[in-house]
């Protein structure tokens, strides 16, 4: 599910480089923090709302759908959702198709939204500034950052999801084993309860 929380730039660049194209954007780490800041605008949305903000509410599994509602910044918070007008301001300006207007780290940290109801000693500058001030350089090389992701697409030793990628996810097999289960309790109401 990574596209979930890709920014419309980093979907483009990363649709580019596996058709081997030269990507459209050379400023790779500033995109990244960019794309960070994106991505944190996805967690945000899925922890109010509970679903991901680009998934086509009528065909949620329609990848190609999902694409291009990322491409075209298209998402909608529900009604019976209840979100601060200061919070909705924040949203909007985090899912921003064009990296260079949307809003910065530095710009969250003093917005109305962010700064509600914040701890004192993090409201101080002073405190605030040392404590997420971004370092001069990296805080690893390209090299360092490319073979963490390398090592980070290997499944560990152990892992189902071979399993996963070979046969498919299959949920009978898995209520099966909690069905089997002699510590668990799996109510009719689909809570899980555990025996003490």
Aim: net charge negative; charged share 25%; with cysteine.
């Amino acid at each position: 599910h990574d596209v979930y929380i890709m920014s419309p730039m980093v979907l483009l660049d990363s649709v580019m480089y596996h058709l081997k194209l030269p990507t459209a954007n050379p400023s790779f780490l500033d995109e990244m923090k960019i794309a960070d800041v994106w991505s944190c605008g996805v967690t945000l949305y899925v922890m109010l709302v509970g679903a991901y903000p680009f998934e086509d509410p009528d065909e949620p599994k329609n990848f190609r759908k999902t694409i291009q509602r990322i491409l075209s910044v298209q998402y909608s918070i529900p009604d019976y959702v209840h979100i601060s007008s200061e919070c909705r301001d924040l949203i909007a300006k985090i899912f921003v198709g064009n990296p260079a207007t949307r809003i910065t780290i530095p710009e969250i940290r003093n917005h109305p939204w962010f700064l509600k109801n914040l701890p004192a000693d993090l409201v101080d500058d002073s405190t605030m500034s040392s404590q997420y001030e971004e370092p001069e350089q990296p805080m690893q090389s390209m090299d360092e950052i490319m073979q963490i992701l390398a090592e980070a697409t290997i499944p560990a030793a152990g892992s189902r999801i071979n399993q996963f990628l070979n046969d498919g996810l299959d949920l009978d097999d898995d209520m099966d084993d909690l069905d089997s289960d002699a510590d668990l309790d799996v109510e009719s109401s689909g809570e899980i309860v555990y025996a003490m």
